[in-house]
């Protein structure tokens, strides 16, 4: 039972949206690679985002339970930690090669169209056709640079696939046990708030809203990347008429390994 994955399913039971005399406005955006305009970002919202909100913070309950607990929460180990970063960086490369030897194919692909148009005894037909010769073998030599990183990448990530999945397993299971009363004492902190745990999923926008009793609240999601996710239980005051609005990013997030 992981701390990140919890699916209790007392949980979900009663929950939904609370009448009340506050708003909750939560809105998810992320900085991704820009299609347009390489080496740039550009913001987009996160839609599909499930979100929710607690009337206590789940983490001083795990905190607790990880602190009782028979024995320590299992490592991830730095070395799996360093090699699942280099696949990171490998797939970097890997997807850089790629759109150079896309985009070298790609004016390749216009030249021969251009030339098709032309006489061969045509100035203009020359100076492509030299042209259309030097492309082709540098559309060769990016193809073969994007294949080779291609297999570093792959490499390096199947030989780690078994390690993470060893790793993942001893965490879970030492997660079932440490954390076998957490749904007890959910159910015991939701009984003395008086509220329930509401949850929504962002809409194409990157907005979930929710209309809740006045008070604080723990807004809870999670962002699944590539090799990490994002982790976020961020406090909110909710209170008075006035909408309580909240950003979810990169900025209040914590970064974890996703195995």
């Not at 042209?131 to 559309?139: A, I, L, N």
Request: hydrophobic share 40%; proline share 5%.
């Amino acid at each position: 039972m992981r701390r990140g994955k919890l699916l209790v399913p007392a949980l979900f039971a009663v929950v939904g949206i609370a009448c009340g005399p506050g708003q909750a406005v939560i809105t998810a955006e992320l900085e991704v690679p820009d299609p347009d305009n390489e080496g740039q970002t550009v913001v987009r919202p996160v839609s599909g985002l499930e979100v929710r909100l607690y009337p206590f913070d789940r983490d001083v309950v795990f905190d607790s339970l990880t602190a009782a607990a028979e024995t320590p929460e299992p490592a991830i180990p730095d070395s799996l930690l360093q090699a699942r970063a280099r696949v990171a960086e490998l797939q970097g490369q890997w997807q850089t090669a790629r759109n150079e030897w896309q985009t070298l194919r790609d004016n390749l692909q216009r030249i021969s169209g251009e030339l098709e148009g032309l006489s061969r005894g045509e100035a203009r037909y020359v100076a492509l056709y030299n042209e259309f010769r030097d492309m082709e073998g540098r559309v060769g030599s990016a193809e073969r640079r994007s294949e080779a990183a291609f297999s570093a990448f792959d490499q390096l990530q199947r030989s780690i696939i078994e390690r993470s999945e060893q790793v993942r397993i001893m965490r879970d299971n030492w997660a079932d046990d440490a954390f076998a009363d957490v749904a007890t004492i959910f159910d015991a902190r939701l009984d003395a708030s008086g509220r329930d745990i509401l949850y929504d999923t962002t809409d194409a926008a990157g907005v979930a809203t929710f209309d809740v009793p006045a008070g604080e609240w723990w807004v809870y999601a999670r962002h699944e990347l590539p090799f990490d996710e994002l982790y976020w239980n961020v406090s909110i005051m909710v209170e008075g008429s006035e909408p309580a609005t909240l950003l979810l990013e990169r900025a209040n997030a914590v970064l974890r390994p996703n195995l």
